[in-house]
């Protein structure tokens, strides 16, 4: 399924900051925005699986998109925050550097992911979307949560 479409349609998204990146995700995949809170570590989950979070009675899997990206570690600050997300039936929670705003942009901004050799988080990338002066990167939620 693409994300880019031609209708004139809005899209609403979240957008939240790596490093010195701004991406963004459908708001209809994102439950919650929390507060980085104690992570219970799993044993034998690959290294990005940060462990598990009780939110609210369930627990869910925590995943750094720092790590799954490929991106060098970093502490967390005031700023960081878990992006609680839903994809089919499962519920994940994506550790970001800060959750920054929602924003409505047509479909028809989204350009289709550019060419671009050697970048480590491209397979994970749905679209670009050219927003103001702002250049944001649209998420494959699908394929971030695959190896789950």
Not at 35 to 52: A, D, L, Q, S
Not at 53 to 70: E, Y
Request: a negative charge; hydrophobic letters at 45%; zero cysteines.
């Amino acid at each position: 399924m693409s994300l880019v479409t031609t209708d004139t349609d809005n899209l609403k998204l979240i957008v939240f900051q790596l490093v010195d990146k701004e991406y963004a995700l459908p708001v209809h995949q994102v439950s919650s925005i929390e507060k980085m809170e104690h992570i219970t570590r799993v044993p034998k989950t690959p290294g990005f699986v940060k462990g598990v979070l009780n939110l609210r009675g369930i627990v869910t899997p925590i995943i750094d998109l720092r790590s799954r990206f490929g991106l060098a570690d970093s502490e967390s600050t005031e700023s960081t925050r878990i992006i609680i997300v839903g994809l089919d039936d499962k519920e994940v929670g994506l550790i970001v550097d800060a959750a920054n705003d929602v924003l409505d942009v047509p479909t028809n901004a989204i350009e289709p992911t550019p060419e671009v050799v050697g970048v480590i988080e491209a397979e994970y990338i749905g679209g670009v979307i050219k927003h103001e002066k702002r250049l944001l990167i649209l998420l494959h939620l699908d394929k971030i949560l695959h190896a789950l």
